[in-house]
T-cell receptor, first 116, second 115 residues
Framework: GAGVSQTPSNKVTEKGKYVELRCDPI?????LYWYRQSLGQGPEFLIY????????DSGLPNDRFFAVRPEGSVSTLKIQRTERGDSAVYLC??????????????FGPGTRLTVL | AQSVSQHNHHVILSEAASLELGCNYS??????LFWYVQYPGQHLQLLLK??????LVKGIKGFEAEFIKSKFSFNLRKPSVQWSDTAEYFC?????????????FGRGTSLIVHP
């Protein structure tokens, strides 16, 4: 079946601009996660949704970052006033359940964001 | 804060050599442990996981890992690597606190296997 998809695959923008990154999870997966992976590092947690609500947004670095999942499926990560330090690969993952136990996360291919 | 350390950042081996990648974490409570692999040009995918029970876990493609609670370690092993094992390997630990099992990833180990 279809896996997690992310669009665009690459995004180049200028410092100060606004960007939106989209994630389409595996159908039926209730939990959705956003991570950021900088060069030479492992994925760093940003935010996690259980259904439509953000269950844990403790990883968002500052208020320029925001994410939504209005219908409990597709999610959009929004970055305002982008800075060069935001350049990274943004990964999305989904899992069937989250709740109080860990369920395997399935990762998408990522969006490579470059801020000039 | 909880942390995950991968000691080897770059490993170069010849085919048929044995592999061991180290992973340590800094939390003394209940943990769920994972190794993920990212082959060149592909997504992150799960290699193996430990939740409870037998601390020696077998995964796909001949990989295994051993959870040693007293050492806070979850090292990945393979007795004989192949060229196709060339990839980036990430250890991840989900710390069971506050009801939210969000994994923390190590920085990864780049493995190159020469034919």
């Amino acid at each position: 079946g279809a896996g997690v998809s992310q669009t665009p695959s690459n995004k180049v923008t200028e410092k100060g601009k606004y960007v939106e990154l989209r994630c389409d999870p595996i159908s039926g997966h209730t939990a959705l996660y956003w991570y950021r992976q900088s060069l030479g590092q492992g994925p760093e947690f940003l935010i996690y949704f259980q259904g439509t609500g953000a269950a844990d947004d403790s990883g968002l670095p500052n208020d320029r970052f925001f994410a939504v999942r209005p219908e409990g499926s597709v999610s959009t990560l929004k970055i305002q006033r982008t800075e060069r330090g935001d350049s990274a690969v943004y990964l999305c993952a989904s899992s069937f359940l989250a709740a109080s136990s860990y369920n395997e996360q399935f990762f998408g291919p990522g969006t490579r964001l470059t801020v000039l | 804060a909880q942390s995950v350390s991968q000691h080897n950042h770059h490993v170069i081996l010849s085919e048929a050599a044995s592999l061991e990648l180290g992973c340590n974490y800094s939390y003394g409570g209940t943990v769920n442990l994972f190794w993920y692999v990212q082959y060149p040009g592909q997504h992150l995918q799960l290699l193996l996981k430990y939740f409870s029970g037998d601390p020696l876990v077998k995964g796909i493609k001949g990989f295994e890992a051993e959870f040693i609670k007293s050492k806070f370690s979850f090292n990945l092993r393979k007795p004989s690597v192949q060229w196709s094992d060339t990839a980036e390997y990430f250890c991840a630990v989900a710390f069971a606190s506050g009801g939210s099992y969000i994994p923390t990833f190590g920085r990864g180990t780049s493995l190159i296997v020469h034919p």
